[in-house]
């Protein structure tokens, strides 16, 4: 597959560079910056600083741009109807950066706002170029375009997406708000076989995710993150993604911690039973109603790959679930095991004593997990006592550099001070995501007693 350097970046004086809302340079990522949006009846950036970014102080950098934010005028309703001053200002911005496609590497697009910016100019573009470094696009509100701007905007998106082989690694990803079920139907010349990575924000089906793994043969990143009936049918024989490296399969969370009463309870097994994936590494599942020993292990043992990250949010399991779970995936350096209820209102005993010393070591690493450098788990999961200390401290900081508690109000002392020590020989200690505050101790100088008075 043809991939591209990234093209010579051009360092300005910041001292001479003026300041536009909505535009500036990324220094990090090496990345202009555009976010066009509407605020007070006015669109930013203005096009006067955004020719001058472009044309004078960065005209080789590639581009992140975002026609994205809806929030501040609250003109998603209805964006045909907007005021012809500012649809033409949109037109005018629009068209600039539609002359820099092959700069654009990631795209961000609120579906009515490109809409109706398309409508009115569809002839103006309709000869842009390639966009030979696009990586990502991102677009939402499918279901929210006025029906008068559809075939305009499917001529854009057409013309985004008909070269796909210039694209070194294809990504979309897909966010609806209105809750609309996916519909590959949406985007009728995206050539899905192409893409790289797929990240699905709206409703999907078990069936439809089934259908997309085997469209997509090329795929590497997956993600579906709202998973509802119906289960797929048919694909006796399961399916090979041969590529892909990371999977996220979560169930719709409105209908998760209703036990047998779910109605989509059991999708995710149903998605894993039609599928091999040999070159996973990262697995992510979330809000399912039960936990099925037999398909995860039967898809791990199909698939003979070799996990290195594992992520379990809200899954209803046992900690001999868990433990049998560890078990089959030996290579694991990052776990994550996060809460059962819907809230995290509730916990059950996920860590009890002998799994914490099944995971603690005694010399000779021939333990659960022995490669594990990040661990993520809620605190009220673990039972209370010396195992989890002397987990913790027979791993760090040569092993395991990284840990998260999770719901950590009612720390224990012990393991409060347990956790400061090992942060003083490395160990980098997170509580509910933020880095841990540990007091600092001040002590008295010994050498005070020698001072002359």
């Known amino acids: 597959m043809q991939t591209y350097a990234p093209m010579p970046i051009s360092y300005p004086s910041h001292e001479l560079e003026p300041n536009y809302p909505g535009i500036y340079f990324n220094s990090r990522d090496k990345m202009l910056e555009i976010d066009m949006y509407i605020e007070q009846f006015r669109v930013h950036p203005p096009y006067k600083g955004l020719a001058e970014y472009l044309h004078h102080y960065y005209p080789k950098a590639l581009l992140r741009i975002s026609l994205w934010d809806w929030r501040r005028d609250e003109v998603r309703q209805d964006p045909i109807q907007l005021d012809p001053k500012i649809v033409q200002d949109l037109r005018k911005n629009f068209m600039l950066l539609c002359q820099h496609i092959s700069k654009w590497c990631e795209v961000r ?47 854009f998106l057409d013309q985004l997406w008909r070269d796909m082989d210039f694209m070194p ?50 795929l590497r990143k997956a993600v579906f993150n709202e998973l509802v009936g119906p289960k797929p049918r048919g694909h006796t024989t399961p399916i ?59 898809f791990i043992g199909n698939s003979k790959c070799g996990l290195e990250k594992l992520r379990l949010v809200g899954i209803k399991m046992s900690d001999k679930d868990l433990y049998r779970a560890l078990a089959k995936n030996q290579h694991l350096r990052e776990l994550t095991v996060q809460g059962q209820s819907a809230h995290g209102e509730y916990y059950d005993l996920m860590f009890p004593m002998d799994l914490l010393e099944r995971m603690t070591h005694n010399g000779d690493w ?32 040569l092993r395991l550099r990284f840990i998260n508690l999770i719901s950590t109000r009612d720390i224990d002392p012990a393991d409060f001070q347990a956790l ?34």
């Open 366 to 397: 021939n333990c659960l997990c022995p490669h594990l450098q990040r661990l993520e788990v809620a605190y009220p999961s673990i039972q209370r006592s010396d195992s989890f200390r002397r987990m913790l401290q027979c791993r760090s900081p």
């Open 109 to 155: 697009f609120d579906l009515p706002f490109l809409a109706a910016v398309s409508y009115q100019s569809p002839n103006d573009t309709s000869g842009i170029g390639l966009p030979k470094s696009l990586r990502k696009l991102e677009v939402r509100e499918m279901s929210s375009v006025n029906a008068q701007l559809v075939n305009s905007l499917h001529s």
């Open 420 to 453: 400061e020590e090992l942060a003083k020989k490395g160990l980098s200690v997170y509580f509910d995501g933020s880095p841990a505050q540990f007091p600092v101790r001040r002590f008295q100088s010994n050498w005070s007693h020698y001072m002359p008075r």
């Open 240 to 298: 090979t993604c041969t590529y892909l490296r990371h999977l996220t399969l979560e169930n719709d969370n409105i209908s998760f911690d209703q036990g047998e009463n779910n109605p989509y309870i059991g999708m995710i097994w149903e998605v894993l039973r039609k599928i091999n994936a040999p070159a996973l590494n990262e697995l992510s599942l979330g809000y399912e109603d039960i936990w099925s020993t037999s398909v995860f292990d039967r």
């Open 169 to 218: 690694y294809p990504n979309l990803r897909i966010m609806e708000t209105a809750e609309p079920e996916f519909d590959t139907r949406m985007f009728p010349g995206l050539r899905y076989r192409k893409l790289s990575e797929l990240c699905l924000d709206t409703i999907c089906s078990a069936a439809q995710v089934v259908d997309l793994l085997s469209l997509c043969p090329t």
